[in-house]
Structure formats: structure tokens, C-alpha cells
């Protein structure tokens, strides 16, 4: 059995590397620390599964699914996210991903996961499976609209996530190591792709996909 582990943050990767070793231990683990590496890995070797950082460097939003199986046809993918699952899961999951689950989460469930998707199946929370039923109709049983988080680059979704928090531009900028003025060029395009005006309407929208 080969994993791929598509994630840059050294901590996370050992500790996904010490997961595997443990419960999987005659399994090969590989790993890349930007996406362009994952598709070169994988023009060399399959693998049984990919862990996927969706925030990943050189990230391509949810057309790293069909980038990924470009290289592998059916690959299994799991999102491994730090993101809010409630706002985040549902664009990748209908983009192609074969599950979601956050960082947060216990060992216990992410080893849940793995082998619900290694058993051909796909892996969700409960309420992520509740958000994934209510996006697609209402309480008449009318088809909604999709979620507008699916168009946001990797950049914007990462500034999204800090004004959630409540920070502020200049605290945004020292955070993602970026100018004032290129983290304002960031929220006007979240805006516009959002369809609101300032950050209490965003959040008030966001809300909707929880």
C-alpha cells in the first residue's frame, strides 16, 4: 500500500508519517511539499490514497482533484484540512474529493477516514453531511444556488479565513508576509465574488454554507 501526503507544514507531515507507520506499517509513505511536486510524484509512482492540504503552495483550488486524476485515473483523495469543514468541505467534496476532514480532528477519525475511502467508500462528517443535504434544497424541496467559497483562489480563501477571525488589513498582511494594499486588492475580489459589501454581510453569507 502507498500513501501520498500532500502537505508542507513539517509538523503535520510527521505526524501523518507517524500515523501511518503505526496502523499501516508495511505501507510506503510519500510526500510533497508543494503541489506542482505532487503532480510530478505522481507522474512517476500510483498511490492507494492522497492527503491533500488544500492550502497547499502552488494550489489550484478544486481543480486539483481533476489535476491529481489527470496524473492517476480514480485516485482517492482526502482533504486534510485546517479550514472550517462547515464552510470548506462541501466545494471539494462536489468537485470530486472522496473526503473532507479537518485537522482538528482525533486520530480515531482520521484513521476512520482513511479506511473508509481505502474501502472504496467516501468520508464525511455528520455535519458536514447535514450542510451537504440542506445546499442542495430548501424546506419547500427547491434546488439552491452553489457555494460561492468554490470560487475563491488559495490567496483569497486564506485572507477570508483572517477577517473572519477579526483581523484587521494590517494584521492580514503581517500574517501572510504581503503588502496593505495587496491584502485590500484581496478582500475587494471577495467581495465582488461573494456578492457583498463589507464584512458583516460576508460573514452573514458565509453562514449560510454552515
Given at each position: 500500500?502507498?500513501?501520498?501526503?500532500?502537505?508542507?507544514?513539517?509538523l503535520?507531515?510527521?505526524?501523518?508519517k507517524?500515523?501511518?507507520?503505526?496502523?499501516y506499517?508495511?505501507?510506503a509513505?510519500?510526500?510533497?511539499e508543494?503541489?506542482?511536486?505532487?503532480?510530478?510524484?505522481l507522474?512517476q509512482e500510483?498511490?492507494d490514497l492522497?492527503?491533500?492540504?488544500i492550502?497547499?503552495?502552488g494550489?489550484?483550488?478544486?481543480?486539483?482533484?481533476k489535476?491529481?486524476?489527470?496524473?492517476?485515473?480514480?485516485?482517492?483523495?482526502?482533504?486534510?484540512s485546517?479550514?472550517?469543514?462547515?464552510?470548506?468541505?462541501?466545494?471539494?467534496l462536489?468537485?470530486?474529493?472522496?473526503?473532507?476532514?479537518?485537522?482538528?480532528?482525533?486520530?480515531?477519525?482520521?484513521?476512520?477516514?482513511?479506511?473508509?475511502?481505502?474501502?472504496?467508500?467516501?468520508?464525511?462528517?455528520?455535519?458536514?453531511?447535514?450542510?451537504?443535504?440542506?445546499?442542495?434544497t430548501?424546506?419547500?424541496g427547491?434546488t439552491?444556488?452553489?457555494?460561492?467559497?468554490?470560487?475563491l483562489s488559495?490567496?483569497?480563501?486564506r485572507?477570508?479565513?483572517?477577517m473572519?477571525e477579526g483581523k484587521?488589513?494590517?494584521?492580514?498582511?503581517?500574517?501572510?508576509?504581503?503588502?496593505?494594499?495587496?491584502?485590500?486588492?484581496?478582500?475587494r475580489?471577495?467581495?465582488?465574488?461573494?456578492?457583498?459589501?463589507?464584512?458583516?454581510e460576508?460573514s452573514?453569507?458565509?453562514?449560510?454554507?454552515?
Amino acid at each position: 500500500m502507498k500513501f501520498l501526503c500532500i502537505e508542507d507544514h513539517p509538523l503535520i507531515l510527521l505526524g501523518l508519517k507517524m500515523v501511518f507507520a503505526e496502523f499501516y506499517p508495511r505501507a510506503a509513505v510519500s510526500h510533497a511539499e508543494t503541489f506542482p511536486n505532487a503532480l510530478a510524484v505522481l507522474e512517476q509512482e500510483c498511490f492507494d490514497l492522497a492527503v491533500l492540504d488544500i492550502d497547499i503552495p502552488g494550489g489550484e483550488n478544486v481543480r486539483m482533484m481533476k489535476m491529481l486524476r489527470e496524473r492517476q485515473a480514480g485516485l482517492p483523495i482526502l482533504i486534510h484540512s485546517a479550514f472550517d469543514e462547515k464552510v470548506y468541505a462541501l466545494p471539494y467534496l462536489q468537485a470530486g474529493a472522496d473526503g473532507f476532514i479537518s485537522k482538528q480532528a482525533p486520530q480515531e477519525e482520521f484513521l476512520n477516514a482513511v479506511q473508509a475511502i481505502l474501502d472504496h467508500g467516501r468520508y464525511v462528517s455528520y455535519d458536514v453531511q447535514q450542510i451537504f443535504l440542506s445546499s442542495f434544497t430548501d424546506m419547500s424541496g427547491r434546488t439552491t444556488g452553489g457555494n460561492p467559497i468554490v470560487t475563491l483562489s488559495p490567496r483569497e480563501r486564506r485572507v477570508m479565513q483572517l477577517m473572519t477571525e477579526g483581523k484587521w488589513t494590517k494584521e492580514i498582511a503581517a500574517i501572510m508576509n504581503l503588502k496593505e494594499n495587496t491584502i485590500s486588492t484581496y478582500k475587494r475580489r471577495i467581495y465582488d465574488k461573494m456578492e457583498v459589501k463589507d464584512p458583516i454581510e460576508l460573514s452573514k453569507k458565509i453562514a449560510l454554507f454552515r
